[in-house]
């Protein structure tokens, strides 16, 4: 499996190789537009498969990013990193994620993985019990790494597809599937026992954590020629790695019509 720190390191490489991309076709349809004696359009739509609803999710992209994040999200989470101590907030967020433990066990069985099963349960018994509730991540100093599986990935290894690419409101990317996932995934136990007020402070510390993550690739998201093209293009490639443990297979080559036909002479 491959490191956290090579893992992210091809992320991002994929990442910017997609925007490479996108800037080439951008230059390109402006370049057309030119010639034709029009007005290169604002905002370039590519036709990309996984994202037939692109039309619809570039706006509530763009209201996610310059309403939302600029007026909420990122204000109150640098008042969330100024007033909470980082130890405590580490705290937090260890508890919050030692309660996804179990939902990680189940989802390691049912996609038939019995060592991450094991390490997902050894993780919610030590860390419920000498870890606090969670506060502590003790089971990491024992060796046992989070294991991370959810409904998502369960459902991609039972050959369900991702479904169309979605940008919801307040929430971010995501697809069909892993709406689904993520709805089944808070039914289990002990999240499905939650009340009101408890999910909602987990799903703010959830979200407040997360952002503060994003600070580190933020110039990179302003800088880029098509930030919703980068966000979902680094959503796919990070549920890629998830679902393949962090070893994903090389991408398949598309071959052109003629050298499919020349294949076909030879054979």
Same mark, same amino acid.
């Given at each position: 499996?491959?490191?956290?720190?090579?893992?992210?390191?091809?992320?991002? =490489?994929?990442?910017?190789?997609t925007g490479c991309a996108s800037s080439k076709q951008a230059e390109q349809q402006a370049a057309t537009a030119g010639t034709a004696g029009q007005q290169a359009p604002k905002t370039v739509v590519y036709d990309d498969p996984r994202d037939p609803w692109e039309r619809v999710n570039r706006p509530l992209f763009d209201f996610n990013l310059d309403v939302l994040d600029e007026y909420l999200l990122r204000p109150a989470t640098v008042g969330y990193m100024t007033i909470v101590p980082k130890p405590a907030r580490k705290g937090l967020k260890n508890?919050?994620?030692?309660?996804?433990?179990? *939902?990680?066990?189940?989802?390691?069985?049912?996609? /038939?993985?019995?060592?991450?099963?094991?390490?997902? $349960?050894?993780?919610?018994?030590?860390?419920?019990?000498?870890?606090?509730?969670?506060? %502590?991540?003790?089971?990491?100093?024992?060796?046992?790494?989070? $294991?991370?599986?959810?409904?998502?990935?369960? #459902?991609?290894?039972?050959?369900?597809?991702?479904?169309?690419?979605?940008?919801?409101? /307040?929430?971010?990317?995501?697809?069909?599937?892993? =709406? $689904?996932?993520?709805?089944?995934?808070?039914?289990?136990?002990?999240?499905?026992?939650?009340?009101?007020?408890? =999910?909602?402070?987990?799903?703010?510390?959830? *979200?407040?954590?997360?952002?503060?993550? #994003?600070?580190?690739?933020?110039?990179?998201?302003?800088?880029?020629?098509?930030?919703?093209? %980068?966000?979902?293009?680094?959503?796919?490639?990070?549920?890629?790695?998830?679902?393949?443990?962090?070893?994903?297979?090389?991408?398949?080559? =598309?071959?052109?019509?003629?050298?499919?036909?020349?294949?076909?002479?030879?054979?």
């Open positions: 499996m491959l490191s956290p720190i090579k893992s992210v390191a091809l992320l991002l =490489t994929a990442v910017l190789l508890v919050v994620d030692n309660l996804g433990e179990p *939902a990680s066990f189940l989802n390691s069985v049912l996609q /038939a993985k019995p060592e991450k099963a094991a390490v997902s $349960a050894g993780r919610f018994l030590v860390n419920s019990t000498v870890g606090i509730v969670g506060l %502590f991540d003790v089971a990491r100093k024992m060796g046992l790494e989070p $294991a991370d599986e959810d409904f998502n990935q369960t #459902l991609a290894v039972w050959g369900v597809g991702d479904g169309p690419y979605l940008m919801v409101p /307040a929430r971010g990317p995501t697809t069909i599937r892993g =709406t $689904a996932g993520g709805i089944v995934d808070n039914l289990y136990f002990p999240l499905g026992l939650l009340n009101t007020p408890l =999910t909602l402070t987990r799903a703010a510390i959830m *979200a407040l954590d997360a952002r503060e993550e #994003l600070m580190q690739v933020e110039d990179m998201l302003n800088n880029s020629l098509d930030p919703y093209s %980068f966000v979902k293009e680094a959503y796919f490639q990070r549920q890629r790695f998830k679902i393949y443990d962090g070893n994903p297979p090389p991408p398949e080559e =598309t071959l052109d019509d003629d050298t499919l036909d020349f294949l076909d002479e030879i054979e």
